[in-house]
């Protein structure tokens, strides 16, 4: 284990927290409003961390869980990423079934702890974050199969790092595609417009803020700083995806993903300004749309 | 072989036991679980022995049988599913001990035991015989003796409706193999398997034919759409554990066949391949599809093995394309993956009815819609399901994972290889559906089954409890089972890896490629660790957070909403409503929609849409035929002439030809 990449992750870490407060700004300025703060959510989770919670009667020891197990999967989930452009902390072949596994492994705890307080909204949120997650989750793997076919490699570390800047001028259309992909996904993955509206007041309309109703206090706060360090990582994904890091310097690297993270959010803003949430029902069309850019990678590189 | 045969004479014996001490039960129950779990742990200790590197054994029988030699032998392969067999098997029985008793009183429950220790060892038989009259022998009992047990609970009409399908569905499967093993018989000299295995090596007419018979028979054993239909009633209608053992081990014999005929004619066509792969990713889709529509518990957990039957076979089909184009190193993994996940679901899925059982007798339903909130009463029931839960959905760090994750490392190795294998690398898409799908419906099972609350009227919610000691530490054995796979898989890697060079009868080099696996184990422990650590590391930071010293209770937050009852709860079918109603027609839901009304219930497509039509429409055809037996001797002795003229016309004519 080096030094660079243990450095690399806590950066994101700690930068995390401004990525949703970026793509939020950038949604209040192009609407004509002033907005939140860039850093809104940091002042959020430090208020929330002092702050008292308050248990559901029906709630047992798994809605204590849900939050622990968001933010711990996310946080081995990172540890699986190239975050410097070169190396991951830990690395293995197929590693991005373990990958997808660790999120999907936060997501049932997450919908589990929802279910825990017996209540109805919480029962449809989680009912819709299961539904649009089933779309997302082939669309995910869509995207690592152009990868995989495009560097050769099948570990995370291998197909986003040097292989990958190699390959780049070739199998440019596919990973372009992949990109816009995995862009997509981070919105659906992190419930952004136009899967979820993150700013919405009406509970019956929505999916992540829903499950999350009855958590308070340094509870919510976990599960506020897992959602932004999930965007993070979709983030560094489309960023490394977009711009191969492996033949950088590794300070070079580290400033490229800095940048490229601000570009992403910033570019999450502009969608959410720029349309409305979709219908429930075409939430599952919009990502076999993400699916079907994926396929388009996969066979430009198949043929 | 002593020790082998030692333990099948224990088990035998424990069943002898179960029978002869009727008049005393609890003696009857104690030396059966004694004698039967002494077999199973000399018959598990000697297999280990095998897969360990130790020699294999072949047995003989004495004595002048029908049919050649009997012959039974235990090679790595065959090691590999007597574990898997013996060792669920144990768990299962004695968990049948604790949840029969309440059924003592009305039912010949010492029957029932001894049938399941006759199933084991007809389970044995199947997995180690080496010709093929044993093998038939061995596939009889052991249809047999699960029919009996599905039928356990004769009186009701939908158990004897499950067990009627069973039967017939399981005797098409066993002609298939008797037509398999004529097919493959017409090339050799003799019945046993190597000798089967010699005469067939070349591609040939007897061979496709074999091949297409093995596809239909183990097929239909395995429970793969489209012929899984008879699987989800006899699961639902067996008793719990035995429900366990047909779902946990008794499809894994389709998948032990499809292996040992794969490696005795020493590689497949392509078609042969690619129909696995199909067959694999459609059972995948559709089983957890209809599993997500299912409102009662064993049903759903039936239809689960649809899905897991589809990831096997997945695996089982990238394993044969690798074979057939060359490409050993995606081969081995293909194989590696079918025999790990099959090892894998015999451990969670056998769990998970034991849970399903244990949350049957404390509440008499098993409607989804009927439970909640059993996570209060039954805390081990609901902690070991929740094991068996996130493995069954293959999240890590439990053995779930594993094997899906070698499947999927097949799936991609198979995508750098030349045309047309490298198109099998699509199946990702395929497994991850299967994976999030799965993952939705386990999240509608674990919380509406046990979070929340009661969803009856609370009159009619009794207390409800965990089971006894003797029902509890099966299930606990299990979960710890599902537990160390998942945080330590270089205990199974290597010896799956070890089976699947010989099947594929590939050397160490050309698959050294690929890695050898314990590397990646140690690192897949590593994140494991990490990841309980982390968690572990949280849960302590935030006791050190201010608010969370002393919290406060309250109501569910309502949303403003006066006062919520258990029954304003999302409901199972609300939950997976919108899924359903996204994969439209395919999801098998039937709605009935009246002015004040709205019901809706989970149909089988397969069977409700085409097979049984079919079947009324052959009845009706064959209706029109019983004229002929209007009971007058006149025309039956009128038919027996013209049939015999018939024959003799045939004979003569046969005579003539060269």
Request: glycine share 12%; net charge positive.
């Amino acid at each position: 284990v080096t030094i660079g990449p243990l450095l690399t992750l806590l950066l994101v870490l700690a930068l995390a927290p401004a990525i949703p407060g970026i793509a939020t700004r950038t949604r209040a300025l192009l609407t004509g409003r002033r907005g939140a703060p860039v850093l809104q959510l940091y002042r959020d989770l430090a208020k929330l961390a002092r702050k008292n919670v308050v248990y559901s009667r029906t709630s047992t020891p798994v809605f204590r869980l849900g939050p622990v197990l968001v933010v711990a999967t996310t946080l081995m989930a990172a540890v699986l990423l190239p975050l410097d452009g070169h190396t991951a902390l830990l690395s293995f072949s197929g590693d991005l079934v373990a990958f997808t596994g660790l999120l999907g492994l936060g997501r049932f705890a997450l919908v589990l702890a929802g279910l825990d307080t017996g209540s109805s909204f919480e029962g449809m949120g989680a009912s819709r974050e299961v539904t649009v997650s089933a779309f997302a989750e082939p669309a995910l793997f869509l995207c690592f199969t152009v990868l995989v076919l495009a560097s050769g490699e099948v570990s995370l570390a291998g197909m986003l790092g040097e292989r990958l800047a190699a390959v780049w001028p070739v199998a440019a259309p596919s990973l372009v595609l992949a990109a816009a992909a995995l862009f997509m996904l981070a919105l659906a993955e992190t419930s952004r417009v136009p899967v979820d509206d993150p700013a919405t007041h009406l509970e019956l309309t929505m999916i992540h803020e829903v499950i999350v109703l009855d958590h308070s206090g340094p509870e919510l706060a976990l599960i506020l700083f897992g959602n932004a360090l999930k965007l993070a990582l979709f983030g560094a994904l489309v960023v490394s995806v977009l711009v191969p890091r492996g033949l950088l310097s590794p300070w070079l690297a580290v400033l490229v993903l800095v940048a490229g993270l601000a570009v992403v959010a910033a570019a999450v803003g502009i969608v959410e300004a720029s349309m409305a949430r979709l219908r429930m029902n075409r939430v599952p069309q919009f990502l076999v749309a993400a699916s079907a850019l994926a396929v388009f990678g996969v066979i430009l590189l198949l043929r | 072989v002593i020790a082998l045969l030692l333990a099948v004479g224990l088990i035998l014996t424990g069943a002898g036991a179960a029978l002869a001490l009727r008049r005393y039960p609890r003696l009857a129950d104690r030396s059966y679980a004694g004698l039967l779990l002494s077999g199973c742990t000399l018959g598990v200790a000697r297999s280990i022995m095998v897969l360990r590197g130790g020699p294999a054994v072949m047995v003989t029988l004495p004595g002048s049988l029908p049919g050649g030699a009997w012959m039974f032998g235990l090679d790595p392969l065959s090691a590999w599913f007597v574990v898997l067999v013996l060792g669920v098997g144990a768990c299962a029985a004695v968990f049948g001990l604790g949840y029969m008793a309440p059924e003592r009183e009305h039912r010949f429950v010492g029957g029932a035991h001894a049938l399941l220790a006759l199933l084991l060892v007809a389970l044995v038989g199947v997995v180690t015989a080496q010709a093929m009259v044993p093998f038939l022998a061995a596939w009889e009992v052991m249809a047999l003796s699960a029919y009996l047990l599905v039928m356990f609970e004769y009186q009701r009409a939908d158990v004897r409706r499950a067990g009627l399908i069973y039967i017939v569905l399981t005797h098409l499967s066993t002609l298939a193999l008797i037509g398999m093993f004529a097919a493959l018989a017409a090339n050799s000299g003799g019945h046993s398997f190597a000798e089967l295995g010699q005469g067939n090596q070349a591609p040939g007419t007897a061979r496709t034919l074999a091949l297409t018979l093995a596809l239909v028979g183990f097929g239909i054993k395995a429970g793969a759409v489209p012929v899984h239909f008879w699987l989800p009633g006899a699961h639902a209608a067996a008793p719990s554990h035995v429900s366990a053992v047909l779902s946990g081990v008794m499809l894994k014999v389709g998948i032990y066949g499809l292996l040992r005929i794969l490696s005795l004619v020493g590689g497949a066509p392509a078609w042969l391949g690619w129909t696995l792969f199909g067959v694999g990713l459609g059972s995948g889709i559709l089983g957890v599809l209809w599993a997500l529509a299912q409102h009662e518990l064993k049903r759903l957990l039936a239809y689960h093995s649809v899905e897991n039957i589809g990831i096997i076979l997945l695996g089982l089909g990238v394993g044969t394309l690798g074979m057939t184009y060359h490409r050993p190193g995606v081969a081995v993994l293909g194989f590696s993956g079918a025999l790990l996940h099959s090892l894998n679901h015999a451990l969670f899925k056998s769990l998970l009815f034991l849970g399903a059982g244990s949350a049957l007798r404390a509440t008499g339903t098993g409607i989804i819609d009927e439970l909640g909130g059993l996570a209060r009463q039954l805390p081990w029931t609901a902690v070991a399901f929740g094991v068996g839960s996130v493995a069954i959905v293959g999240l890590p760090p439990l053995n779930g994972f594993v094997s899906e994750w070698v499947v999927f490392r097949a799936l991609f190795a198979a995508g750098p290889s030349p045309e047309p294998l490298r198109f099998a690398v699509i199946g990702v898409a395929g497994l991850g559906l299967i994976g999030a799908l799965a993952l939705a419906c386990f999240s509608k099972l674990d919380g509406m089954v046990f979070l929340g609350s009661r969803r009856v009227h609370e009159s009619s919610s009794l207390p409800a409890h965990d089971p006894a000691a003797s029902m509890l530490v099966p299930m606990l054995v299990l979960a710890g089972a599902c537990i160390a796979i998942g945080v330590l898989p270089g205990l199974v890697l290597e010896p799956a890896r070890a089976i699947a060079i010989s099947v594929t009868h590939a050397t160490e080099t050309e698959v050294s490629a690929y890695g050898t696996a314990s590397g990646d184990a140690a690192r897949i422990s590593t994140l494991g660790l990490g990841l309980f650590a982390l968690s572990g590391a949280l849960l302590l930071l935030r006791r050190s957070a201010g608010g969370l010293a002393a919290p406060r209770r309250a109501p569910t937050w309502g949303c403003a909403a006066a006062t919520a009852t258990s029954r304003m709860q999302y409901t199972a079918s609300s939950y997976a409503a919108p899924l359903l109603a996204a994969f439209g027609p395919v999801a098998g839901v039937r709605e009935h929609r009246e002015a004040n009304a709205y019901r809706s219930h989970p149909a089988d497509p397969v069977q409700d849409d085409a097979v049984l039509p079919a079947w009324r429409s052959l009845k009706r055809w064959s209706d029109r035929l019983r004229g002929i037996q209007g009971g007058r001797l006149r025309w039956y002795l009128l038919s027996v002439v013209f049939t015999l003229l018939a024959l003799l016309y045939y004979l003569a004519n046969a005579r003539r030809m060269p």
